[in-house]
């Protein structure tokens, strides 16, 4: 069991890692995006012109943020990835940004 911990604590402190390197990627992804439908591989490819990033990343980042309600979106297609933002906390836009 004492085994498993070292593992457990690397995984979280790797993913503490990640979402300090591309959370401000992904929410500005999400912010070029409110209300357009895009799929996880544009997510990634915008990511992936910032930083290095293990594929997968980007979109585990997306989730953490719907998790912590730092945005909300709707999934179009599980098959296709397909996802569309409606809601960015604190994301002021002419328009509305709830959809």
């Known amino acids: 069991m004492t085994q498993q911990m070292p593992s457990l604590q690397s ?10 390197n591309i959370r ?3 929410l500005d992804f999400c912010s070029r995006n409110v209300g357009r439908p895009f799929s996880l591989i544009e997510l ?9 990033i293990t594929p997968g990343s980007p979109g ?3 989730r953490l943020l719907k998790q912590e309600r730092v ?3 709707q999934q179009l297609s599980r098959h296709k990835s397909k996802y569309q933002i409606t809601y960015i906390r604190g ?9």
């Open 71 to 73: 945005i909300n979106y």
């Open 91 to 99: 994301f002021s836009h002419q328009t509305a940004i709830v959809f």
């Open 24 to 26: 401000h990627i992904v």
């Open 11 to 20: 995984h979280y402190a790797n993913m503490k890692r990640v979402d300090r």
């Open 60 to 62: 585990r980042i997306l």
């Open 44 to 52: 990634e490819i915008f990511v992936m012109n910032e930083r290095k």
